[in-house]
């Protein structure tokens, strides 16, 4: 069982700032496998990266994703107040297609 | 729009059953795995089971397995997940979602639907 853990728990950021935030495998994941989604209140999560790199359709260009061995990354170059959302990583690699725990970006 | 929609949540004792459905159009539908996740009040996405797109396919996370079961109506173009032996813990917002294989990732949710289990 893969387990994906996020960093940090919240981040509390101002306008314009970058934003940079971790999800961590218990161990490899090919990049393929792996998805960010963006999580507001009261709605159902929406997807954000997938292939750890590729933006999403309707994903704006400030974000993006990147790998380093079993380290994935989702930066936001200059976070907007829209961002503020809880942010899950995903994996696909195989059965349970679990979540991290999520980031709380303020 | 919603694209999937989803119906059969409500309030429940521990111990008993209830039935979620998840309907959408044949080209939304069809020929695509349906994944279901919860998310536990104030906590985080919990991934639940899966059905593959021919009903051949059945996954369930350990927190479930033996007591939910997922099968699909293809001439309906609708998922179901029946709930059995209903725990407080089961307690949450159960989701729908599209699984695509481009982009490899759940490309389409369901609105959700609450399920609260209690005595």
């Known amino acids: 069982e893969i387990v994906l853990t996020q960093s940090p728990d919240t981040l509390s950021l101002s306008p314009g700032e970058r934003a940079t935030l971790s999800c961590r495998a218990s161990q490899t994941v090919s990049s393929a496998y792996l998805v960010w989604y963006q999580q507001k209140p009261g709605q159902a999560p929406r997807l954000l990266i997938y292939?750890?790199?590729r933006r999403a359709t309707g994903t704006p260009e400030r974000f993006s994703g990147s790998v380093s061995e079993t380290d994935f990354t989702l930066t936001i170059s200059r976070v907007e107040p829209e961002d503020s959302a809880v942010y899950y990583c995903q994996q696909f690699a195989g059965s349970p297609f679990d979540f991290g725990q999520g980031t709380r970006l303020e | 729009q919603v694209q999937l929609e989803q119906s059969g949540g409500g309030v429940t004792q521990p111990g008993k059953s209830l039935r979620l459905s998840c309907s959408g159009s044949k080209i939304i539908f069809s020929g695509h795995g349906i994944h279901w996740v919860r998310q536990g009040p104030g906590k985080g996405l919990e991934w639940v089971a899966l059905?593959?797109?021919?009903?051949?396919?059945?996954n369930y996370a350990d927190s479930v397995k033996g007591r939910f079961t997922v099968s699909r109506d293809t001439s309906r173009n609708t998922a179901f997940l029946q709930m059995d032996s209903l725990r407080v813990e089961d307690t949450a917002m159960y989701y729908c979602?599209?699984?695509?294989?481009?982009?490899?990732?759940?490309?389409?949710w369901g609105q959700g639907t609450p399920v609260t289990v209690s005595s």
């Open positions: 059905i593959g797109h021919d009903g051949s396919q059945k």
């Open positions: 979602a599209r699984y695509e294989g481009t982009p490899r990732a759940f490309d389409i």
């Open positions: 292939g750890a790199s």
